[in-house]
Every structure is written in structure tokens, then in C-alpha cells.
């Protein structure tokens, strides 16, 4: 999920902080040379000068910005954050490599994150402690890791600094002409559903505070002082940043499966675990994935579900480490062999898949004649999986696999669905993963009939334009928003009605309930109803590429129609919908939607020169 992640990740570093309170320092004076040695003097002597002061003063964050996603910050004041992430990296690398040891460094993160009131001092603490060990370990076996790659990655789109050559790669992308093959509709469907980060919170209390300092509420113990809040935690789960209790997990596979009887497929974009992120442990989050994989196999029985990770379920989060990392305290491998064989046992998926899983989290198999599902790990390329930093070159092998396994499927004429957690096109997605990603959807266009993901929360598609024609779109992207209330939305899931031999989507109804309507009426099940039909609500006659071309026109144009869209990204969540939607905030959507590789802005900038 977005929201609230980039602050606390980049905490752990704590290499800059948001917020401009007035104060006497000039913005000229926060230069990198000038914050290292106010920063170097105040951890070596406990001095606070008053230029330090000023510092803080500057830069200190008031609480409610501790949720707000920097990754797609492009203000002017992104010097600033440049300035700051490489002052701070600077000095924590130096720390580092003049042997200081691993308590004192922990001791000063701490600290300094917490003085800039970067979170409470409980989170401070917790991301500092299990996230330190393996963040020293890249440092100390990546010699050459920089302050500028460092902050290059996080601040990739502020443009902070140029990275190292090693940061630039490519992969090998067949560049024969693309080999069409027809495939007729046969006038039969499928009905796939797709659930999406559930974030099962075991610690979700009803009539808890949701409204506390930290990245997730609703849990018990956080009434510490013995008064509850204003703000109460609902029945159902709640519209502020707070996650699921079992009791509507269970509710909501109840609903589908009374609702719906049965699906030929089952798509799981992943994210089970919470957001209590500066406290997650391996033991906590094996038995949250094992039972909500239990109930998702007892809920739909023989129906096959195809799963992927989300940057939740490892520990610590958002953390793929290469396939080669051995040590258990670094290893993603505990993960990967958990996952392979509840997927397996369930009868999901069969043995041979378990060599990539083991690799890198994907796999790829085909559970009928001429459909092939692609499993992605999208995950390694999130600029918050710090083991970028020590192998940014295709982690686990992933996109040459991708692209061998399109080829494949392409000189056997089999459609493919492409299922990843993270959108490929997102501003988190590292630029030269995404731009390689990009590539390949670009050669392969012709044999995926669609793309599935989750993690934004949000109820969205995205467009891949052809490169040679910006009025083509080439390819289609679906995400399933979330189960999940975390923030500010009503939980959904998504059944689509897809084509029996071309695979491609043909409508998609949205489900839903009312957060504050199931909250007061507590009593009783939530109210689910379908919000909408795609095809009804934007009154289009098919799903196909070309009328999501015009879709695009249409909303270009039509601000009505990007209105509509504004609710239904919302998921007509109340408390996201208060505040007007102008222009500006429009024009975001037509960027997120044809922006399928986080560095270029070249579609968004062309369409935006239309919007009226």
C-alpha cells in the first residue's frame, strides 16, 4: 500500500523529513556540506548549536505528514529533500565504515529520528531494530554503495542525484517481428474474481482509537492513557489507517461465495499482513499468511487460486533479498519455501513451480489448453526493498525469465495474464526495472490479454501505448483495489467476466460495502452490493483496447467523466471524497492511468496538452 510506507522506510535511514515550518535559517544555508557537520557535531559532543536548532526547527514533521507518500512528491522544495537524504546517508555510511559499532549507529538513528519527529519513539525504535541488520550488511559487502545511489533510489523521482552504471542494465528481448496468431471468441466466459491486500490485522480492536500516532490504529493497546478517542474504531474495520479484523475477512469470503456460488479462477494480488510494520516478526507473520490461506482454500474448495507476494508479507517489509542470501536473519528464504508449499498442498499449483519460487517469488504455469498465468514478484523493484542497493541488476533473474516465457508463449500461441503486486508503472517501481518491464510489454503486447494488480488500495486500470504510435494502446492493466480499508476507502473486491479462448476481460463488476453504514449497524453483516459495472458506468460497448483509447478522449474532455472516475477511485469513500477534485487533481488520473514506466511522463505530458 502507498500512504504511509515512504515515511517510514525512509526513517529508517532517516534521510529526510518533510514539513517547512518558519523559522531563521535561510533555505540557502541547508546545504549537504552544512547539515553533515551540524549533524557530526551533535552526535560526537550532545551540542546543539543554534544553526542546529534551526535545522530541526526547518525540518521537524508534524504528525499528520507522517502519512503522506514522497514518491510522488515533485514540489519545489525537492532540493531540499535531496539535500537533507544525502547530508544524512553521508554520514551514516561514514559512521558505519570507521567501525562504529552496530549499538551506537542504532542509538543515533533512533534518536534523530525520533528529535525530527519522524515517528513516535516506539516506531522509531522498532523499524531502526529490524531493519539495522540487514541494511549494515549491504553496506558492509557493497563497498561502493554511495550516498548519491542511496539517494537516487528513494528520491528517484525528485531526481536527486545520478546512480552508479551499475543501476543502468538491460535484458535481452527478442527482436524478431512479433508472431500475431488469431484467436476468435467463442461466444462462452469466464468468471475470475480478484482479491487484494486483505492486511489482516490480528490486533484490530473495536471501539479502539483510530486516531493515534502511529502508522496503523485500531489495536489494542493503544488506548494507553485509559480514555478513548473521538475517534472509535468500527465494528466493520475503519475508514482511518486502520486494517481488518478476522470477523470481516470472514464475512466478506462468506459474501463472495454465497453471492457469486462459483468462479472458474481465483487471482490473489497479495498483501495479508498488517501495518503494524515496526513490529512484525517471521513467527507472526507465517501464522497470519497460514490462516488466511487456510480459509481462502476452505471458502473455495477445488477452484484453483493463483497467488502472489505482496511487499507486506516479508519481514522485515517491502525486504526481497537475492536468492543467493543465505543467513536466516537476511534470507527471504523462509518466506518463499512457506509460500511454495501452502500453494502446492492446496493443490493450486503444481511441484515444478517450486524452483522459481524458491528463486525469486514468480512462477509461471498454464491451467488450460493455449492460457498461460504469469505470477510476478514486482516487489523487488520497489525503491523501499533496500537490497536494491546490493544487486540492482535484474533481481533473481526475473524479467529475462519474463521475456523467455512470453517468447515461448508466443511460438506456442498461448494467451497469457501477467499478475503482479506492485504496478510495474508506479512512481515506487525502481526507473530502469520499470523501463525494462516496459520493453518487454512492448515486443509481447500481442499474446497478454491482460494485467492484474494490487497494492495502491485504489480502484484503477492503466494503459501501455505503442511506442510508435501514441493513439494505439497495446496492452491493459486492471488493479483490484483492496479488502482492506487502509485509508479512507470501502473494502472491494472485483469478479471479472473474461472471454473463454481470448482471455481478454469483457466487463468488471465492482463489489462493495459502506463502512459507515455496516459500522452502525454493527449488529447485523455488512451491506454488500456491486458499486459498478466498467461497462455501464463509462457507457462502453466492449473492454477492448480501442475503447479504452476513447475512454481516454472522452475524459479528456469531459471532466464528468474523469468525476465519475474520481468516485469510483475512491471507492466512494466519504471521508476521500469530502474535498473537491479541480483540475489539477484531474489531470492526475489521466497521468496515472497512461504512465506504464515510472520514469517517463512522455504520455501524460502529450494527452495533458488536450485536457480542457
Known amino acids: 500500500m502507498n500512504v504511509n510506507r515512504s515515511s517510514i522506510f525512509l526513517s529508517i535511514l532517516v534521510v529526510f523529513v518533510l514539513s517547512f515550518d518558519q523559522s531563521e535559517i535561510s533555505r540557502n544555508e541547508l546545504n549537504e556540506t552544512t547539515v553533515f557537520n551540524e549533524i557530526i557535531n551533535w552526535a560526537k559532543n550532545g551540542i546543539q548549536t543554534p544553526l542546529f536548532r534551526d535545522i530541526i526547527n526547518y525540518l521537524i514533521t508534524p504528525s499528520k505528514a507522517r502519512h503522506l507518500d514522497w514518491s510522488r512528491l515533485n514540489s519545489s522544495e525537492a532540493g531540499i529533500f535531496c539535500v537533507i537524504c544525502k547530508s544524512l546517508t553521508k554520514y551514516f555510511l561514514a559512521l558505519r565504515r570507521n567501525d562504529t559499532s552496530v549499538e551506537k549507529i542504532q542509538e543515533i538513528a533512533g534518536n534523530v529520528c525520533t528529535l525530527l519527529n519522524f515517528q513516535t519513539e516506539t516506531v522509531c525504535h522498532g523499524l531502526i531494530r529490524i531493519n539495522l541488520p540487514i541494511i549494515l550488511y549491504i553496506i558492509d559487502n557493497e563497498q561502493s554503495i554511495t550516498h548519491d545511489d542511496i539517494c537516487g533510489i528513494l528520491l528517484q523521482n525528485q531526481e536527486c542525484s545520478d546512480l552508479s552504471k551499475k543501476f543502468d542494465w538491460a535484458i535481452d528481448v527478442n527482436d524478431d517481428p512479433p508472431l500475431v496468431f488469431d484467436i476468435y471468441s467463442t461466444g462462452k466466459k469466464l468468471k475470475i474474481l480478484q482479491i487484494t491486500d486483505i492486511h489482516y490485522d490480528p490486533l484490530y480492536q473495536p471501539s479502539g482509537n483510530a486516531d493515534c500516532d502511529e502508522p496503523t490504529c485500531c489495536r489494542r493497546g493503544q488506548n494507553t492513557n485509559g480514555k478513548l478517542n473521538e475517534k472509535s474504531a468500527g465494528f466493520w474495520g475503519d475508514y482511518n489507517n486502520c486494517d481488518l479484523p478476522w470477523h470481516s475477512i470472514v464475512d466478506a469470503l462468506e459474501h463472495i461465495k454465497t453471492q457469486h456460488l462459483t468462479f472458474d479462477f481465483v487471482y490473489f494480488t497479495g498483501d495479508i499482513i498488517d501495518h503494524g510494520i515496526w513490529e512484525t516478526s517471521q513467527q507472526r507473520n507465517i501464522e497470519s499468511i497460514k490462516k488466511c490461506f487456510t480459509i481462502i482454500k476452505n471458502t473455495f474448495g477445488d477452484i484453483p487460486v493463483y497467488p502472489i507476494f505482496g511487499n507486506h508479507e516479508s519481514h522485515p517489509l517491502n525486504l526481497y533479498a537475492p536468492d543467493y542470501i543465505k543467513n536466516d536473519s537476511l534470507s527471504t528464504e523462509w518466506l518463499y519455501e512457506l509460500m511454495a508449499d501452502i500453494w502446492i498442498e492446496a493443490g493450486w499449483l503444481p511441484p515444478s513451480v517450486k524452483d522459481t519460487i524458491l528463486k525469486g517469488g514468480y512462477y509461471n504455469m498454464s491451467p488450460r489448453p493455449g492460457f498461460r498465468i504469469i505470477s510476478l514478484n514486482s516487489n523487488v523493484c520497489y525503491i523501499y526493498n533496500w537490497w536494491l542497493f546490493y544487486d540492482p541488476q535484474d533481481p533473481g533473474g526475473q524479467l529475462q525469465w519474463l521475456a523467455d516465457n512470453l517468447l515461448i508463449a508466443e511460438k506456442n500461441k498461448e494467451i497469457v495474464h501477467i499478475l503482479s503486486h506492485i504496478p510495474p508503472g508506479s512512481t515506487e517501481c525502481q526507473h530502469t526495472w520499470s523501463r525494462e518491464y516496459k520493453k518487454i510489454i512492448n515486443r509481447f503486447a500481442h499474446v497478454i490479454a491482460a494485467q492484474f494488480n494490487g497494492h495502491t488500495h485504489n480502484d484503477e486500470f492503466n494503459l501501455f501505448y505503442n511506442p510508435n504510435d501514441s493513439n494505439q494502446v497495446i496492452n491493459i492493466v486492471w488493479n483490484g483495489g483492496s479488502l482492506t480499508p487502509y485509508a479512507n476507502l470501502n473494502p472491494n473486491y472485483k469478479v471479472y467476466e473474461v472471454d473463454n479462448n481470448s482471455y481478454v476481460v469483457q466487463d468488471i463488476e465492482t463489489w462493495m460495502y459502506n463502512l459507515t453504514e455496516a459500522n452502525e449497524n454493527f449488529l447485523k453483516r455488512p451491506n454488500w452490493f456491486k458499486s459498478y459495472s466498467f461497462k455501464e458506468a463509462y457507457n462502453l460497448e466492449d473492454l477492448s483496447k480501442n475503447s479504452l483509447n476513447q ?40 497521468c496515472r492511468i497512461v504512465r506504464s514506466s515510472s520514469d517517463d511522463k512522455s504520455e501524460c505530458n502529450n494527452l495533458l496538452l488536450q485536457f480542457i
Do not use: G, R, T
Open 551 to 590: 475512454l481516454v478522449d472522452k475524459m479528456i474532455k469531459y471532466s464528468s467523466i474523469l468525476q465519475i472516475y474520481h468516485k469510483n477511485f475512491f471507492k466512494h469513500a466519504a471521508p476521500s471524497l469530502k474535498n473537491e477534485c479541480d483540475n489539477d487533481c484531474l489531470k492526475e488520473y489521466i
